[in-house]
């Protein structure tokens, strides 16, 4: 099937450059590998395709989000220096090292998305992806979880300012605690986040009982899931929560954490999806018919990124393999290994037995306890 509406690919070669560290999970690269795949496919030769570059965010546009002291030493970090003060900030831990050329990796990971939401404001394009966005836990004031500047803050911060009704729809295995923390009390985003419990999992929270506070009661919604929670479950709590409250709240835009950290074979995180129940997700945000901002987020198993990152593009062109092996990877490299005739999609996987019965009964709960909680705030019977 092909598009009806311009898409935007934001991309460039220049995230190759930077490593957080040889054993540092985070992969900045990871914006490469897609690229590489999806050129393979022929994935971004379409008529309505575009491959943007983007341009370093300016400090002033950080301050839309960020506190002028945290974006000054984040500066002062380009140089791969570590001063004392930093430790304020999160800034030179294991998870938020110090690099050289720290601040300009922030500045054009942020830029990119940025970029990816100028041109839907712009009306040039009605679909964005930016694989390298997606830094959802950096706060206001410091770093976190691999995350400097918060892309996906800055991002809200401007679509609020244009007027402009936005829906936040996070699917990343790890709760969005930075956006949750910054836009709590806040009516005017709906936010949405389907993610592995805090009981089992950074950030250690998102509790489907924090709803949002003041006139934001009700529109922050959380959906916690249990460890080995798979592809079916996923789906059917996805249908029980998100559709029903974006229709009702009607949003102009749809900004989106795509995560493919849920998927069994990462390294960090603790579900039992497949990539055909991420794609399950990431077609039913695309038919939503809203302008879309797909942002990266987590992913660090690189080999499963990369073929799932490349298939959501594909999704959201209205593009599909026409056969089995017609998503082989079939030699490129990625990481450490060489994929040979790999297929771009899982293979299906399903937990069972008294797992699969108690984490019915848990998620039951949740759409229980949210349907009770903030369906009513929205007008939904």
């Known amino acids: 099937m092909i598009s009806q509406y311009p898409t935007a690919f934001i991309h460039s070669d220049r995230f190759e450059q930077w490593q957080l560290g040889q054993d540092h999970p985070f992969k900045p690269q990871r914006s490469k590998l897609v690229y590489d795949l999806l050129m393979k496919y022929r994935w971004l030769s379409e008529s309505w395709m575009r491959v943007e570059q983007p341009a370093l965010l300016t400090p002033e546009t950080m301050a839309l989000f960020h506190d002028a002291e945290y974006i000054a030493h984040l500066q002062k970090a380009n140089d791969g220096v570590f001063e004392p003060k930093m430790i ?10 110090i690099i050289n050329g720290l601040f300009d990796y922030a500045a054009l990971s942020a830029g990119a998305s940025y970029r990816g939401m100028e041109l839907l404001l712009n009306g040039e394009v009605e679909t964005v992806f930016s694989p390298s966005g997606g830094m959802h836990h950096a706060a206001r004031r410091h770093a976190d979880g691999f995350c400097y500047i918060n892309d996906c803050g800055i991002v809200i911060e401007r679509l609020m300012a244009e007027g402009k009704r936005v829906v936040y729809i996070d699917i990343d295995a790890h709760h969005g605690n930075g956006i949750q923390d910054a836009f709590y009390r806040e009516p005017r985003v709906l936010k949405i986040s389907i993610h592995e419990s805090g009981e089992t999992l950074y950030p250690w929270g998102g509790y489907d009982k924090e709803i ?10 959380n959906v916690p899931l249990p460890p080995e929670t798979d592809d079916v479950l996923y789906i059917k709590t996805f249908d029980a929560i998100v559709p029903p409250l974006v229709r009702a709240f009607d949003p102009d835009i749809v900004v989106s954490v795509i995560g493919i950290d849920t998927v069994a074979a990462d390294p960090l995180t603790h579900l039992s999806l497949t990539n055909n129940g991420f794609l399950d997700a990431v077609t039913r945000i695309r038919d939503f018919g809203k302008p879309l901002l797909a942002l990266g987020g987590g992913g660090y198993n690189m080999d499963s990124l990369a073929r799932s990152w490349a298939l959501a593009w594909a999704v959201l062109n209205h593009i599909e393999p026409q056969d089995d092996y017609a998503g082989a990877v079939a030699g490129i490299f990625l990481g450490q290994q060489e994929l040979e005739g790999a297929n ?3 293979m299906r996987q399903f937990t069972s037995g008294p797992k699969k019965t108690e984490n019915e009964d848990k998620v039951g709960r949740v759409i229980e306890f ?6 009513p705030v929205h007008g939904i019977a």
């Not at 949002?212 to 919604?221: A, E, I, L, T």
């Open 88 to 97: 304020e900030f999160n800034l030179g831990t294991a998870e938020n090292p």
């Open 370 to 375: 949210l349907r009770e909680n903030i369906f």
């Open 344 to 346: 771009l999609r899982d």
């Open 212 to 221: 949002g506070g003041g006139k934001g009661r009700g529109y922050n919604v």
